[in-house]
């Protein structure tokens, strides 16, 4: 039997994607806030993420030095950074 692999664009919950990053739903929230984290999908009231987009991001804040500067949030209407 193969092994189970999980749907790339499943949407999961708030705190499945805080479990699967390893930090705070509250980090989560204040990305949203500020328009840099994750990107997610509004159902009504609620927050759901694919997971293809929370194993992404992941990936794109993988590091090989601690003096490597972050990315520098852009305004998402102009992409000018800010």
Do not use: W
């Not at 949203?32 to 609620?46: E, M, N």
């Not at 293809?52 to 804040?61: F, G, K, Q, S």
Request: aromatic residues 4%; glycine residues 4%.
């Amino acid at each position: 039997m193969p092994p189970h692999t999980a749907d790339p664009d499943e949407l999961i919950t708030e705190s499945e994607a805080a479990r699967l990053r390893r930090q705070s739903e509250r980090t989560l929230q204040s990305e949203r806030q500020r328009g840099d984290g994750c990107p997610f999908v509004k159902l009504g009231h609620s927050v759901r993420y694919r997971r293809a987009d929370v194993m992404a991001y992941i990936a794109a804040n993988v590091k090989t030095c601690t003096s490597e500067t972050p990315s520098k949030p852009t305004d998402k209407r102009s992409g000018e950074p800010r």
